[in-house]
C-alpha cells in the first residue's frame, strides 16, 4: 500500500506562510514536477496490502537532499527533523520534529525504483534547468570520462586472504561445521610477521607470511568445499574465494572485493593516483553548463562510451547534440548517428585563421567539464561510492548529476531575486530622490 502526502493545513498557519518564500530550496520545491513520480512509483506498490508505505514525494525529496548537501543516509533523515525547509521541500504542510522514516527505508526505495526511477529523477533535473535556459544549447556538448571509485579498502593479496580465513571460520561457526584446525595462534604469529614490510629487515619475513597465510587460507577452503556438500547459499561465495587464491600478477578480469567482486582497477595516469578502483563514469555536459547525460560503465575505452551516452541523452531531452566535443581519449570516432565528435589536432593547412581561432575556442571551452567533475565528486558524492553492486554504480552517478542539475537551478533563482530586489531598491531610490527634487 502507499501512503499519500497530506494536503490539509494547519489549525492557525500553513508551513509555507512561515518560510522565506525567496529561499532556494523554497523555489525550487515549486518547480519540480511532483506528480510525475507519483505517477510513475505508485504502480510499483500494492494498491490493497501491506503496512502504508511512506509518501513518494517525501522519499525523492530525501534521495535529492541526500546529494544536494552531500550527506549520509542517516544524516538526511536526522536533518529533515530539524529543518523547516527540508519539511516543505518533501511536501509537509506542518513542522514535524520527528523523524520522517529509518534511514534504511531509502535503501528499499532506491531498491523498489532502480536505475530507471533515479534516470527519471535527472531527467527532471534537466527539464526545470532548460524552462529558463537557452534552447540552442543542445547544439554544442562536451564530453569527459572520470573514474567513480567504490567504498573498498585498498586491495592486497594478504588483505584478502585473511578475509577469505575469516568468512570461513564465520561460515563454519553458522553452520557447526567440523573443522579440523582453527590456526588461531598460527595466524596471530603470521599477523605480526606482516607488519612493517617496508623497513629491510622485515622484508623477507613479511613475504614468507604472505605465503603461508595463502596455504592456511586454502586448506580452509578445502575442507569446507568438503564439509559443506552442494549448499547453493555459499556458492557464490566459494567461487569467489578460489578466484581470489588462483589469481597472478599477471592474471586478467581479477576480483579486488569479496563484497563488490565487479570492482575494476583502472589507470587514468594521475601522477598522485596510480590506479583507482572503481568504475568508469561518462559525463556529458552543454555549453551552458547543463549535464544532459550522466552513465556508468566498467572500464571500456572512452570512444566506446559515445554511442549509449549519447543514446541517453537524447531519451532524456528528446533531442540531438549536433557537435561533441572531446579529448584526446576519444580518438578514432568521427561521427556518431549524425552527432559530430571533434577532438584537439594540430591546425589542418586548408583552415583559415578564423577556423583555427573556432576550433581553439571550443576546445578552451571544453576545458569547463573538468571544474564540473570535480564539483560532482566533491560536493556531490560521486568521489566515492557507498552503493552496492553494478545497480548501486549507475544510481550514485545519476543522483549525483541531478543534484549539480538542482544546484545549478537554485543558483539561478537565487541570482535572479537579487537582481530583482537591486532593480527594485534602485527604482526605489530614484523615486525619492526625483519626489524630493520637485519640491
Request: glycine share 6%; proline share 3%; charged share 30%.
Amino acid at each position: 500500500m502507499l501512503k499519500t502526502t497530506p494536503n490539509n493545513s494547519g489549525l492557525f498557519s500553513d508551513l509555507a506562510d512561515m518560510l522565506n518564500q525567496n529561499h532556494p530550496l523554497y523555489k525550487l520545491a515549486n518547480k519540480i514536477d511532483w506528480q510525475k513520480f507519483e505517477d510513475s512509483f505508485a504502480p510499483l506498490y500494492c494498491s490493497n496490502n501491506g503496512r502504508p508505505g511512506k509518501p513518494i514525494r517525501l522519499m525523492c525529496g530525501l534521495l535529492i537532499l541526500k546529494h544536494l548537501r552531500n550527506i549520509s543516509d542517516e544524516t538526511v533523515v536526522e536533518q529533515w527533523s530539524e529543518n523547516a525547509y527540508y519539511q516543505y521541500f518533501c511536501g509537509m504542510k506542518e513542522f514535524t520534529p520527528t523523524y520522517p522514516c529509518n534511514s534504511t527505508e531509502l535503501v528499499h526505495f532506491r531498491k523498489r525504483i532502480g536505475e530507471k526511477g533515479i534516470e527519471l529523477i535527472f531527467q527532471e533535473s534537466i527539464r526545470v534547468n532548460q524552462e529558463d535556459d537557452n534552447d540552442d544549447h543542445h547544439k554544442t556538448a562536451f564530453i569527459d570520462s572520470t573514474v567513480q571509485e567504490k567504498n573498498i579498502t585498498h586491495p592486497t593479496d594478504s588483505k584478502l586472504h585473511k578475509k577469505i580465513v575469516k568468512k570461513i571460520l564465520k561460515i563454519v561457526d553458522e553452520l557447526g561445521l567440523p573443522i579440523r584446525q582453527r590456526y588461531t595462534f598460527v595466524l596471530k604469529k603470521i599477523y605480526r610477521e606482516q607488519r612493517f614490510r617496508i623497513h629491510p629487515k622485515n622484508r623477507k619475513k613479511a613475504i614468507k607470511a604472505d605465503k603461508r597465510l595463502r596455504t592456511i587460507a586454502g586448506r580452509l577452503l578445502r575442507e569446507l568445499k568438503r564439509n559443506i556438500g552442494e549448499n547453493s547459499k555459499y556458492k557464490e561465495v566459494i567461487e569467489i574465494f578460489e578466484k581470489i587464491l588462483t589469481q597472478s600478477r599477471t592474471s586478467k578480469h581479477k576480483i579486488y572485493s569479496i563484497h563488490e567482486p565487479e570492482v575494476q582497477c583502472i589507470s587514468k595516469g594521475k601522477e598522485n593516483k596510480k590506479y583507482e578502483f572503481g568504475n568508469k563514469v561518462s559525463i556529458i555536459r552543454s555549453e551552458t553548463g547543463l549535464i544532459l547525460g550522466a552513465l556508468s560503465f566498467r572500464n571500456e575505452y572512452d570512444g566506446h562510451t559515445i554511442e549509449r551516452s549519447l543514446l541517453q541523452t537524447e531519451r532524456l531531452t528528446g533531442k540531438r547534440i549536433k557537435i561533441l566535443a572531446g579529448d584526446r581519449g576519444y580518438r578514432g570516432i568521427k561521427e556518431i548517428n549524425g552527432t559530430k565528435i571533434v577532438i584537439p589536432d594540430t591546425p589542418k593547412a586548408r583552415d583559415s585563421k578564423y577556423r583555427q581561432k573556432q576550433k581553439h575556442k571550443l576546445f578552451c571551452k571544453r576545458a569547463g567539464i573538468e571544474p564540473t567533475i570535480g564539483h560532482l565528486k566533491s560536493d556531490y558524492r560521486l568521489n566515492r561510492n557507498f552503493y552496492k553492486g553494478v545497480v548501486g554504480d549507475a544510481i550514485n552517478v545519476l543522483l549525483a548529476a541531478a543534484a549539480y542539475n538542482f544546484k545549478r537551478v537554485m543558483r539561478t533563482l537565487l541570482a535572479l531575486f537579487k537582481k530583482i530586489s537591486e532593480t527594485l531598491y534602485w527604482n526605489n531610490v530614484s523615486l525619492n530622490y526625483y519626489i524630493h527634487s520637485s519640491f
